[in-house]
């Protein structure tokens, strides 16, 4: 069973920065896309960042390009997102998922595993 876990979350001011983390296992995590999402309140939930199995491709939400960095370490099983420059918009819910196909470029929004989630707050 494939299990995510994030964390790295927390309470910012803006244009401060955060690491998130997500440590992944139940399964061979080098051959499979990542990707982080989130959900504001009463927002649904939106795609940020995208990285390809063999880390070769990263897409990003035009919300958070130049500031927000999604990068993979596959000996260590975990993906990150570095958060630069926060903004109080950037405040929500952040969601690691894993997708369920392997040797794919990018991760969708529906074909896939989640983790619980990590708060990120960015007070203005």
């Known amino acids: 069973q494939v299990q995510l876990v994030e964390s790295g979350g927390g309470l910012v001011q803006a244009g401060g920065s955060l690491r998130l983390s997500c440590a992944a296992s139940?399964?061979?995590?080098?051959?499979?896309?990542m990707g982080w999402f989130r959900q504001a309140p009463g927002k649904e939930r939106e795609f940020v960042a995208s990285?390809?199995?063999?880390?070769?491709?990263?897409y990003y939400a035009d919300s958070v390009k130049g500031r927000f960095t999604i990068s993979r370490d596959n000996a260590k099983n975990t993906v990150y997102l570095q958060m630069n420059n926060l903004k109080p918009e950037d405040t929500a819910v952040y969601y690691c998922?894993?997708?369920?196909?392997?040797?794919?470029?990018?991760?969708?929004?529906?074909?896939?595993?989640w983790g619980q989630g990590t708060q990120v707050t960015v007070s203005s």
């Open positions: 139940g399964r061979t995590f080098s051959i499979y896309a």
């Open positions: 990285i390809s199995w063999n880390g070769g491709t990263t």
């Open positions: 998922a894993a997708d369920r196909s392997s040797l794919r470029q990018r991760i969708d929004s529906t074909n896939n595993y």
